[in-house]
């Protein structure tokens, strides 16, 4: 990783919700989420604040490093519904090696919907992948494809 990320980096962005985003279309395959509201679903809210560290990250990331997320504590305070646009920003806290703190918030334009912390690892996806296949491998799955780009 490039020394150049430090504590205080911060990055906005926004996302417009669509119905692909909402409770019912997390898990098609369970008929407990089906009954659900068509609202923001938690695990889509997680993956955007998620995707803000990321877009805030890669950046001060080396050829051939990604980063993987290995911690969340946020809430989930208010409702939004497709059409609305999230706004989320993640702020850089802590540089700790290969492992990145983020106070991360996410606002619907009515409420805060979001607030909390997310961890990040940066890792080699070389080697990344090869502990993966090898576990894949063990488990008498097929190996991942090779990550493009």
């Known amino acids: 990783m490039k020394p150049t990320l430090e ?11 669509p119905a692909s985003k909402t ?7 369970a008929d407990e989420f089906q009954t659900m509201p068509g609202v923001f679903a938690t695990g889509f809210m997680v993956a955007l604040l998620e995707w803000g560290c990321v877009k805030l990250l890669t950046p001060h ?3 051939g490093e990604g980063s993987l997320g290995i911690h969340v504590d946020v809430s989930h ?3 939004t519904v497709p059409g609305q646009t999230v706004t989320v920003k993640a702020v850089c806290t802590r540089v700790d090696g290969r492992r990145i ?10 409420d805060l919907i979001s607030r909390g912390m997310h961890q990040r690892m ?7 992948e090869a502990k993966v296949n090898a576990k894949a491998k063990a488990a008498g799955q097929p190996s991942l494809a090779p990550r493009q780009g």
């Not at 409770?23 to 395959?29: F, L």
Request: aromatic share 14%.
């Open 7 to 17: 504590p205080g980096a911060t990055l906005e962005f926004a996302f417009t919700i």
């Open 23 to 29: 409770v019912p279309a997390i898990y098609p395959e």
């Open 61 to 63: 990331l080396d050829t």
């Open 77 to 79: 305070q208010a409702a």
């Open 101 to 110: 703190t983020f106070d991360v918030e996410a606002h619907d334009g009515i």
């Open 122 to 128: 940066v890792v080699k996806w070389e080697a990344f």
